[in-house]
């Protein structure tokens, strides 16, 4: 499962040249709004033929302008989930769905019908036209359109953006089962910070048309120095954990790691399954010694690495936990007050409230590699 | 169906139609062998008996597009003749009670006042060529030449007076007949312009015995009677 | 209930049948010159357009003479398809339909060009995206969408077949019952003295006739256009 | 460079202005009308419907006579304007344009309704909630929104025009100067035995001067869908 | 400074039947997808015409069925973030950004071009026709329109969903500006509880057409009843609170409430301004003595009043602090080890970190009311 981008685009007088390797099944393209995240998917898709450059999903070759190898994208099933929307005016909801599915080999049908209009909750839009609809209905019914081509693979530019919450929490699951069940390669573009820590294997964030960076969300997202391009709010770190045990009594499991054992809210998965845990770093608080009488159950003993030099009141602090990295940020009263420094010995003190579905990236053990 | 064999096509000047209607009418009552007729400007029947139309027999309204097709050997020899004449007049609004003396520099220019005298197409249409030679002759054609309206035909100069938009009008006489509208307030002597000729040949094509019956019945006192009625003069052959 | 004379109402029937065929015939090839001239950058696309605009253009007399010369039983293209595939133009009712398909052409290609032009083009790649080949994506998306075109081309050309005359008289003269469609019989009428009652007649006739395609292509319009009302 | 007489140089210059004058008058009432069908409804919508299609419907030569009886010297509407307004039609230049007009009227009307009824209504609404006036909705968003039908309109009532002569020379007849335009002396040659080369002359001149209008009116419509291309 | 709002109308299938009134300038529509709060909109807008009811904004009567009142459209004065963007395709960006300014009398002109096209980051494609530009682009200069038409009532529809977090960090200021300075009455559509949180005075919780609630963030975040609404996620107390002092070593602002002192990072704002302080019950923690070496700033002690009832492993703890009520979210093993229930004495924790620009609703004291 890879992705192999190299391309060169120009488009007026923006440039396009974006070359990277995901080896995930999952890429999440993020970037600030003009990065050329639009862009790039449309070159994937076969929307925009690129100027030079080649694209190869899975060892399939689907543009390779040297060798003159241009798959049509009718022929690439794709499963495009535009940024805005373009549902068919002229066909009703149901239509609209449907549409993908007469072009789909009966046997390489995956998605079901009413398993996708379940999930979406759209059973009662499917005889209105698309013009009757809410932006958020019309966002589903697009997603769903998607979905019901059983694409070989999908192509989602910020396909939860105008949901709430709630229907976010439904939808996502739906696409990590794609992703992990189905092995379906996944190219998501996304500027929420919280999809993006969930669903991603491979980030790859884009600025002004080039890649800046490439890597999991974890390293990514910790690099202190893509702060202004990722933004620095949901920076943390990713803790390679094993699903040790389960305290049914409190509905918490318990995880493994380098660092040492976290507790956080009950996962159905079998015991040995590898996860992977991102910690941000506002949640991860610190302490000279041991706290006691606290409600935070997750303690791990370790040293502080670095502390980012800053000149406002929040520092960033890098921990070295038993070989593991964590990120930490305080004020910088904090650090004063507890005298600490790189090389001092410290606790991590994390709640396990802060590990809600949104930090838990849980993979199965063979989505794992 | 299309012109099945046997089945004699007339193409006719569009002017004629009434009294070929009316006579084709009686040979259907009387011997179930009507024809079909196709009226159209001269012209175009000529142009299409020269592309090869269906039609037997070709009754013209002047002589230079019945001159046209026989230079192209597209009609019988010998079958040409000369069948029907007519007259030019002038006329006027219904009510107009005036007589006009058509001679020689005539005072046709101060009849008009400041109207405009309704005539065919003076190049193109026979009765505006007739009309235009008409004129000249007799010497009153330099003053009304800019005065004129002309229509596409006679029948839209003879509307043109009916409805007043011009007070005098250059019409065939078989046409101010049957027009209550208007009023024959004079006729231009034959002398002035050359002879009003409608001739009927046989197409090259035709058969026969398809066509002789059809020229025998157009020759006849009942064709005659029928002809005269709608104000032509039936020539002789 | 009026009374119409066999001849009336064999250029009643013979007028339908030319205007449906012509407005038929037409459909499929303005439908593919208008994707043309709207997507399709080639050399001698100008030369299309002047062509398909010539009809209106030129005076009827001259395209019905044009089309004599052309599709005439001596005419080049006549010829070729009466020897090769038996069809003859050369006064049928077959050539009164194809001069009132080629005076009709501009209009239908026209209306047609301009809903293409204004067809969301995002919509077909979408539906590419989705597995439709091109052809498909013409049959279930720009058809659809372009359908209000369609329906103006439609009607513009069959009212122009319903009211021509110069260029079928030219072309197929004005045989009853074969060439002799209401336009022609009108024009005829207007020929001879007295003709205009009956005139008259044919002309309400004509009117009628066009009253029914007029609210019937409204309804279709209307039913078409209900799907893109928003606020 | 061809050497034209002094007939036919004034034929081709009375029929640009015939054309032009006809394309510019029909522009705000064919505007009006189209707006009225694409959005009011009203009582009496298919009558209107009907009569801007008549023109199309009914031969050129009844059009022609409708337009004498109505708008000639004796006639209700002419014999008014005249008195009160100095505005005579009947044969004159400005007769043959209104004869065009009428011509062209039905492809008028059609072209920029069917654009009117693409035009995204919400952006209209987006206009006004802006604080645009409902007319200056129309001049800033509908108009410049519909061009390419306005564009397609004209070309196709400036083609007409150029190719009118049926309910022209039946209503204004045919004067040399003042209201022989080029297709009224192009039919005046084809009824000449002998007439063709001339009558090809000046079908060329006519041909030549809708290929300039045609590849003006493309220029502009390029320029108008150029907006409006996107993946 | 008040929206009153009472309609009925029914668009197809769908009845909306709202009536609330928003003592605010700000109001914040929130509410699942198709929940109405578009179609809401519309009619504040003059789009939909209600069956029934009356809108009346700051004394004066947009709408009145009643008495034959409807104000067209372009007299409201209004500035509309559709939902979907609407630029006008036949004109640059620039003449779409100054549109609505030729409508606007000279002297109400309060909208600086440079300062909105500044501010939106879209000065480069100034010269540009829409269908040229990137989803979020298009967003930008949708904003910059409605700003630039300098109008008297900002309708937001989800203005944001598609930006990144860093523009909306640029952008949510100016609009708090146009709240605070203009005293701009804003109805602001949006389903992210961050920005929610951050803008709002009053929150209207919209459903299925019908008001479920209205009244402040804090209160109705609070509601535990309305987590299927709102999201428990987010949930949270709002303390009332005044600028105490500043703590310029460190860049840090002291809050003073009845609950105690607070360390926040500095805000910029004289002492004695009152402000709002969004406190997230995810971010409090418990501790049952007052814990030390530990680097969060803020210790505030009280008693427990309530815990929710619940099956999972996460309990919601609502504390009484000096009468200032406070949420807390911890797990049910934490109650279980630090032995605590109603009634008990605890200390709440709160790392200053907690209290980022997104939680702290800051008002100056003339628009608090
Ligand atoms: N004309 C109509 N006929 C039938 N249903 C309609 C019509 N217009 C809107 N609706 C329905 O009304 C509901 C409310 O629509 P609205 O656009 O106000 O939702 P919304 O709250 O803005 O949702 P979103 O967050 O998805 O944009 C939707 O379920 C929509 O399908
Ligand atoms: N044809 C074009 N001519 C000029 N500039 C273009 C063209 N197409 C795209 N661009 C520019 O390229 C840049 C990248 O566009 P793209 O749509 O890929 O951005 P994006 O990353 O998807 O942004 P967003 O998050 O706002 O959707 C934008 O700045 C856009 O304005
Ligand atoms: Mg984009
Ligand atoms: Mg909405």
Redesign the pocket.
């Known amino acids: 499962m890879t992705l192999e981008v190299a391309i060169r685009h120009r488009l007026g007088g923006f440039a396009l040249d974006a070359t990277f390797v995901s080896p995930d099944s999952l890429t999440a393209l993020f970037g600030r709004s003009g990065a050329g995240k639009t862009s790039l998917i449309n070159v994937i898709a076969g929307l925009i033929r690129p100027d030079f450059g080649r694209i190869v999903i899975d060892g399939q070759v689907l543009v390779d302008t040297e060798r003159g190898v241009d798959v049509p994208r009718h022929r690439r099933r794709i499963g495009y989930v535009f940024q805005e929307g373009r549902l068919f005016p002229h066909l009703s909801v149901r239509h609209n769905l449907g549409y993908g599915r007469w072009f789909t080999p009966v046997g390489e049908r995956y998605a079901s019908f009413d398993a996708v209009v379940d999930l979406l909750g759209i059973a009662?839009?499917l005889d209105?036209r698309p013009h009757?609809?809410?932006?958020?209905?019309?966002?589903?019914v697009a997603i769903g359109r998607a979905l019901l081509a059983s694409p070989k693979l999908l192509l989602m530019d910020e396909p939860l953006a105008?949901?709430?919450e709630g229907r976010k929490q439904e939808i996502l699951p739906y696409i990590e089962r794609l992703r992990d069940e189905l092995k379906l390669p996944i190219v998501y573009v996304s500027h929420a910070h919280a999809e993006v820590t969930r669903l991603t294997a491979t980030l790859v964030v884009l600025s002004d048309g080039k890649v800046a960076a490439v890597g999991s969300v974890g390293e990514v997202m910790g690099r202190l120095d893509l702060f202004p391009l990722t933004g620095r709010y949901e920076a943390g770190a990713v803790l390679e954990a094993r699903v040790a045990g389960h305290d049914g009594a409190f509905g918490l499991t318990i995880l493994d790691s380098a660092a040492g054992a976290l507790r956080v809210p009950k996962v159905d998965l079998p015991l040995g399954t590898p996860v992977r845990v991102r910690i941000r770093a506002r949640d991860v608080m610190l302490a000279t010694k041991r706290p006691e009488g606290l409600s935070a159950l997750n303690v791990l003993g370790g040293r502080i690495a670095e502390l980012s030099r800053a000149e406002g009141p929040i520092v960033e602090a890098r921990l070295d936990l038993n070989g593991q990295a964590l990120l930490a940020r305080i004020t910088r009263k904090s650090v004063s007050d507890l005298g600490i420094g790189p090389g001092s010995p410290v606790f991590a003190v994390i709640k396990s409230i802060a590990f809600d579905h949104r930090s838990l990236g849980l993979q199965s053990a063979s989505a794992e590699e | 169906a299309h012109a099945q064999s046997g089945d004699v096509v007339i193409f006719a000047a569009a002017s004629l139609k009434t009294a070929l209607d009316e006579l084709n009418e009686v040979r259907r009552r009387e011997s179930g062998a009507a024809a079909r007729i196709s009226y159209a400007a001269s012209s175009a029947l000529a142009r299409q008996i020269e592309a090869g139309a269906p039609a037997d027999l070709f009754i013209s309204a002047d002589l230079d597009w019945m001159d046209h097709v026989e230079r192209r050997r597209l009609i019988r020899p010998g079958s040409r003749s000369n069948l029907l004449g007519n007259r030019l007049v002038l006329v006027g609004p219904a009510r107009s009670t005036a007589t006009v003396a058509i001679e020689p520099n005539f005072a046709l220019a101060e009849r008009l006042g400041s109207g405009r005298l309704a005539m065919a197409l003076v190049d193109a249409v026979p009765a505006g060529k007739y009309g235009k030679a008409a004129l000249e002759a007799l010497g009153v054609w330099p003053s009304v030449a800019s005065r004129l309206v002309q229509a596409e035909n006679v029948r839209a100069a003879l509307v043109l007076v009916a409805r007043g938009e011009a007070p005098l009008g250059i019409v065939y006489r078989s046409d101010a007949a049957a027009e209550p509208q208007v009023r024959v307030v004079g006729t231009f002597p034959e002398g002035s312009h050359p002879p009003i000729v409608y001739p009927v040949a046989a197409t090259s094509r035709a058969r026969d015995d398809a066509t002789s019956p059809w020229f025998a019945y157009l020759r006849s006192p009942a064709a005659r009677a029928v002809f005269e009625r709608q104000g032509f003069a039936v020539l002789q052959p | 209930m009026i009374d119409f004379t066999p001849d009336e109402l064999s250029a009643i029937r013979l007028s339908l049948r030319v205007a449906l065929a012509a407005t038929i015939a037409t459909l499929p090839i303005g439908l593919a010159v208008a994707l043309l001239l709207a997507r399709v950058e080639f050399w001698g696309k100008s030369l299309l357009t002047v062509l398909v605009h010539l009809p209106l253009v030129l005076p009827p007399v001259v395209t019905g003479y044009v089309l004599l010369l052309l599709f005439g039983r001596q005419g080049p293209i006549g010829a070729f398809l009466a020897d090769h595939l038996g069809i003859v133009f050369a006064f049928r009712w077959t050539g009164a339909a194809l001069a009132c398909a080629v005076m009709g052409f501009p209009l239908m290609v026209r209306a047609i060009r301009l809903s293409i032009e204004m067809v969301d083009r995002r919509l077909e790649t979408a539906a590419g995206t989705l597995g439709a080949h091109p052809l498909w994506v013409f049959a279930t998306v720009t058809l659809p969408l372009i359908l209000p075109g369609i329906v103006a081309g439609m009607i513009l050309t069959f009212a122009k077949a319903l009211g021509e005359f110069g260029a079928t008289i030219t072309f197929v003269s004005n045989i009853p019952g074969e060439t002799q469609t209401l336009p022609v019989a009108i024009y005829t009428l207007t020929q001879i003295p007295g003709g205009d009652p009956a005139a008259l007649r044919l002309t309400l006739v004509s009117v009628a006739i066009s009253v029914v395609a007029l609210l019937a292509s409204e309804l279709v319009a209307r039913r078409i256009l209900n799907r893109t009302v928003a606020l």
């Open positions: 009662g839009l209105r009757l609809l809410s932006g958020g209905e019309r966002q589903r105008s949901l709430d």
